[in-house]
Every structure is written in C-alpha cells, then in structure tokens.
C-alpha cells in the first residue's frame, strides 16, 4: 500500500497500458473501511460530469444521488465563489431527518457518503 | 434657405442669351422654366429648379419661360431679394466644365456658398469682387435686354446689386472718411505699381460685331439654326415616337431552405467565471512552458482535462488532439496522447482515484463520518458537553444502562469511552504508549511481546483520535517493540526500541516502512531488549556537544547508553549497571569481571536533567548522574522483585514511584532510603503505573487483570477506583492523557481503551501540599511507631 508503483502511470506507453488497469491499493482499502463503518448506507465516487464511476449501492439510486447531489454542488460552489474567486468549497454536508449526506468536492470528482449516523 | 437662395440667385445671373447653349458658366444655368405654382419662398422652387434645368438644357426652344416674380396689388414688384452673392472670383475656373458635366457642376455649386461665405467672410476683398461682379452682371445685362425672359430676371438681379452695391459703396466710404481724418496733415508717399492682371472673370462674348470676319460665319450659324428650329414642327426626321416596354409573363419562383434551427443560448457570467478566464490566460502559457520541460506527470492530467472536455467518442479524438496539442507543445508528448486516446474511461478513473487529492479527501472523510458515530466519545473526552443528537432516538436497554450509571455517578469511576483497535493489532500485546509531544491528538501504540517465548514481529501504529478504527500509520518491525518514544524537538521523528536490541528511529511524516536510522549497523549495540527509550533534553548547565536532545535508552544488557545521530547512530554508555550484590557480597569476585544487571526502567528528574533513577532487575533502584558514569549516587532497596517502571512526580520534587512484579508500589522519597509508603492490592504483577499529569496525589496503576486508580488524599491503602479488565485479557500499559482527564490502558490482546476518570473530585489545584501532607503524616506516624518499637 506504498503506492510505489504509481510512477510507472506517469508515462504510459503502450506496454504499461496493463498498469493502468488495477487500482491504488489504499484507496480501495480505504474505500472498504468506510463502507464498512457502521451505519454507512452507501459510498459514491462521481466524476467532473456528474458520472458516477465507483458506487456501493444499485443503480438507480446512484444516478439519482449523482445527478441530484451534483447538480447542487455546483450549485453550492458558484455561490462560494461568487462572493470570493479565490475561494473554493471543500466540504458539502447536508443533515435530513433520516441520513447524513457528505459530499468531499473537487474540480474533478465528487466523493458522497450516505450515512445514518443514529445506529 | 442660403443654398437655394444662392441657386436662385445663380440661375437669376444669366450671362449669356438662352438662345446659344454655351452656358458659359455653370453656376448662371438657364433656369428657363419655372413652375407658375410659384410661392413668395423661393426656395423651394429652387430644387426643382434646379433639376428641371437639366431637363431643359435639352429642349430649351420649346418649353415656355416662366419668371420669377412676385407682386403686389399695387403691381409693384416685391419679389425677395437673393439674400447671397456668390463669389465671382470662385465661379471662374468653372466656365469651361460645364457642358459635359452637369451634374460636377451642380454639386460643385452647392460647395460655393460654403466657400463663398468664407470668402466673403474673411477677406476684404469680398465687397470689391461683388461690386466688380455687380459690373460685370450690370454690363451683361446691357448687352442682354434683347432676351424678353431675360429682363425679369435682371429685374430681380438689379435691385439686389444695387443694393449690394450701395452696401459697398457704404462701406467704401466709411473706410476713406476714417482716413481722411486721421492723416490730413501727412504727406503720405503713395507707390503705384501694376499688379499683374489678375483675370477673376473671364466671360467670352456671346455676341460677335458686325466687323469682325467671323460675323458672317456666325449669322450663317444662327440662321441656319432658325430653319432647324422651324423646321421642326411637321418634319418627318423629328417624330414624336413613344415606346412602350414588354412586360413579361410574371412567374412565380419559389425557394425552400432548410428549416433555421434556433438553438437558445444562455450564458451566466459569474463572478467567479471571470476570474477563472483570467487565470485560465496566464496559466495557459505557463503549462507549455512546463510540458515543454518534459515533465511526464503533466500528460495523463491533460488528457483526462480534454477527455472531460469532449467526453463523446472516438471520433472528437481530433478535436481532443488538438486541444492537447496547444497546452503540451511537444510533438513527444502527442505521440503519447494518441496511445491514451483509445482508453478514454479508464485514465479519467484511474487517475481520479489514484490522485493524491482523492486520498486526503477519502481520509477526511473518513473521519467525519467517524466523527458522527464518535462524537459523544469525543466530546466526553475533550470535556466539551455532549450534545444529544436530535434525531437519535434511544433504545430501551440503552437507556437502562445509563439511567443505572448515572444513579452510580457518585463514586468514582472509570467510563469507558472508545477503544483503538483494528484487525492487524488483534492478538497483540501493547508493549508501551506514548503521546506526540507537538500533536495531543496523536498516539503511538508499540506491539510486542514482553515475554522471552512467543516472539513475533512488531508493530507500530500511529493512532488519531480522530479515527480509533484504523490507524493513520503503520510500521512493521522485524522484532517485538519494547519502547517508544517521540522526540520533542522534531515530532516527527519516533524512536523505536526493538525486542533484538535493535533502536530505530521513524519519521511519522511518511508512510514508508523505512526508519530514518537505524542502529543495527552500530558496534555497541544494545544485546538484548531496549526496555525504554527518552528523548531527554539538556538543556540545563551542560556545554559544548551534549546541548540539544538526546536519545538515552536502557536495555537488558545492564546498560544506559546516550545515542547521538551522528552519521549513523553512535552510542555513549552513561551508565553500566553494575550489580551491587555481586560487588558487596563476594569480594573476593575478581572486579575485573563485571556482571551487569539489566536495566529495566529509568527517568530523568523532571527539573534537574542531570540526575536520574534507574531500575533493575534486582530490584534495585540507582539514583545516577548524567556525568558521572562510574558509581552510582545512591541505591534504594526494596523491591525484591524486577522493577518495571520508576517515575518522579511532576509536582513534587524528591518523591517517585516504584512498582514491580512482587505485587508492590512504593512510594520513595529521594532523600530517604526506606520507601515511605508502599500500596498493594492482591497478588498481582504491577506492570505500569503513572502519575496523573493534573493532580499530585493520583497515580494509577497496572496490574494483572486490574486497572487501578489511586487516590492518596482519599485512601493510601486501597486504590479510589478499581477497573477489572475481561477475564483472560491483562492490561499491560497505562498512560495518562496530559491535557483531559482521561486514561489510556492498553491490553494483551492488542486493545488501547479510553477511559474518563469520573467524579475524581481533583479540585483546582494540583494539591502538592496534599501530597506533602500525606507523606509527614506517614513518616511522622513511621517515626512514632519506631519511637514507640524503641520505646516498646
């Protein structure tokens, strides 16, 4: 789980095409470990478009949270930048009555953690 | 009003008889037919005047000659003055254009008022010309009256330069009577030279005389003229011939376009959209500068950019080549793009979860949905008040638990908050913990087994109590930990003390396996176990190369030795523990032969860094100083078993505690050779035990299957809180939290639980006196039981 290797993405050449393929060790642990914590209902990854390419839970209900939640961040960041440019939103937290939904922005991804904090 | 006046005027200023077409300048036009719908404003009329004369040029016999005139009821003639005189001097160089070009001419005449009213503005010469002009008119229109048409128009034309004329001649003679006064007494000398003749009107005659040798020629002419003119009426060469145009059959085309798609198009320009343009600009140029580096990194990120830009299929590949191409610049990196290409879902995937980003956003995230499940434990631990989820509903048995605790909630106890485990600390014995000096949040659990049987490889964990499930860090050693310990001056670094003997030293910083150093390499080598490891720091009284912080560590092999991080690690003995017995009970031992007892535990004096206490496993307790490594200062005996821990108290000076396997605490105070209090509680290994960072007379201890908590105001014979650990599991480490009041325990089955110290009545202060106390009543008590013993 050094991630050592990831070097070797850097340049790809066709004949490391295959190194592309396989995934960060740590990230897919530390992926498990969340998805594992107790009451967590589902984990989504999403790319900058609002696709999601990595989910715990059934397919409808991802492109729902997807597009749903994505729509919202942009949302949520346009009205942080616009009161400052510099500015960028990080962290997008919303608290219903039944779950707790995490969103972790980036420009290129958005990470979701459904989870039910009661249990 | 003063442009048509000024055509008025200039078709009113007929030179020449309407009879020839030598209209000998452009601006005295034939005006020959003028409406009879004449107005008083001539204006008007001027502009249709103006474009019937071009007409007329052509048919100028036949059409009737209007006039211009305006009268009265008394038949006076009250026709408007032209109200502008064109400059003569201007109109000269156009005589001989005007034939060809009527139309030059006539916008040229629309120039002259402009020019002309400038002229006559500015130069003086202006009235001259008028007057010459008015002359000139005046003489033409002598040789002119025989036109009948002519007349009215003259008519019009006189008053106007007389009274142009008038006006000059006023002027004239205002300007030679200012002279007359001013200088009649002076002889003026008059020079009279003759300019060249300056011709500013050159009208050729339309009239020749009877004399001259072209009259003949000429009345030929205009005879001959006449008979055309009369000749044309009836004349078969001049018909009359109208012509009507073919009108062709009107046909319908029409024409279909394809259908104009409107497509809506909305823009929002933000704040921050700008701003990001802005940027975009200049980064722009600095990336090319960068892949043009050869910096590899660089070429997965743009592709994954373009691919984001244009995510639909192969066939954008172009469109995508060429974006790539303005942000790389090197025809090395294309040829690379081109193999990316092919792959499109898998580099934006890849590259999303292997960056580095998405890591500390997984790890943050971790944390803060750890963080809802954990909060109340948190919150408890950092003494903030707990805040009671609102939508959390309790369940029964929950809250039967608590309600029985809560009736219990006046004696002290320990409330179990979280514990650090995971799977890879399972089965492990947690050999020893310690607290990163700069970071509170941040614990380092070492896991070995402390026994000679069943060695296995160690293991390090950094823990955050941000996250007790999974540890932040993880070092795997070759053999068992034994101690740990953070270096205060650079907290990154962690100093490891293996089962092996081995000392290593890790940079927490990183996750790599490595340790920064490593004193496996070193001759003087610890042989057996390093029991504990300090960072001590020296700052006190001492020069030259022992300033700053040093790594001192004792072990097995009877010796404490100074480590220096030199350019590898370099070991000093401080100290070899020597064994006492061997030295006073058999003298006749050769001395040469030393014997070393092992050294299990040691701390430095927490003012005087010079002094510190060593156990072993005699049971002996040595009070040594830092610079003097041949004998001990003072020796205490008491223990009869291997001393595991011995700790000076924070707040008292000369008092510490002892614990070791023979079931025994003792609490020494330095000046005396006899412990001043000794605590047992059943037959039970003591394996650690700490003095409380907050108050003075609480210490908790270890023992087998027992976690103990002492409290010396309240009771020296019975420990204040007793917390009995599952059965079969021994907590083998105890550490004080130093800023709340919680206590660490760490176990044999690789556990590290937290446990707040409830209703530990501490008060304010640190109760130094408490302790103080505490002590003189039990010596003074120990005196007088001698005293009477003596007595007795």
Sequence with gaps: ?119 | MSNTTVKQKRTALKVKSSKTLNVSSGVFRVNQSITKTINPSISGKSFSSASDSKVLDKSLAQTPKHTVQVFDEHGQDVTPHPLYNPDPGVLQPKQGKIFPAHDTSWTTMTDFPSVAFQTTNASFTGPFTKSFFGSVSASRTSQTTESVTDETKELLVKPDLSSSLSDVQARREEVKEQVREDIMDRVVDSYLTETETIWLLDIPAVSVSEDSGDAEAVKERNNAYTELCKNRHGNDKYVERSMQTFNDAPKTKEVQSDSITMVDKAVMSTTWDMYDSFCNKADVSENTVVSAEGNKATVPDSSSMSHLLNPSGLDQSMSVFSTTSTVSGSSAHLEKMTCVLPVEEEPDLELILQSDKFKKDLAVMERVVLANIFQPKLAAYRQLPVIEDPDYVQTQIEEESWTEQSKNSLSPFLEHLWAFKCELTKGRNVSSMTWNKKNPDLLAVGYGQLDFKDQKPGLVCCWSLKNPTWPDRIFHCESGVTALDFSACNANQLSVGLYDGTIAIYNVQTTEQTPIIDSSDCANMHACPVWQLRWVDHDTGLAGEDKGEMLISVSGDGRISKWIHYKGLECVDLMKLKSPNMIVNNQRWNPKILSLAPGLCFDFHPNDSKIYLAGTEEGHIHKCSYSYNEQFLETYKAHTGPVYKVTWSPFCPDVFLSCSSDWTIYLWRQDLSKPVLGFTSGQKVVFDIMWSPHCATVFGAVREGKVEIWDLRVSSLDPTIVSASSPGVNPTALLFTPETDCVLVGDSEGQVTVYKLKNLSAGDSTQVEALEDVIRTTLSSQHTLGKTDRDA
């Design chain 1, 1 to 119: 789980f050094n991630g050592g290797w990831q070097t070797s993405l850097r340049s790809p050449v066709l004949g490391d095409m295959v190194t592309l393929f396989t995934f960060c060790a740590e990230v897919e642990d530390t992926l498990k470990r969340i998805q594992g914590i107790n009451g967590v209902i589902g984990t989504i990854v999403v790319n900058a478009e609002g696709i999601p390419i990595k989910t715990t839970l059934d397919n409808s209900t991802t492109v729902q949270y997807a597009g749903l939640l994505h729509q919202l961040t942009m949302k949520a960041r346009s009205t942080v930048r616009d009161i400052d440019p510099q500015n960028d939103l990080t962290f997008l937290r919303i608290r219903s009555k039944k779950h707790e939904i995490m969103v972790s922005t980036d420009k290129e991804y958005l990470l979701i953690v459904i989870q039910n904090p009661a249990e």
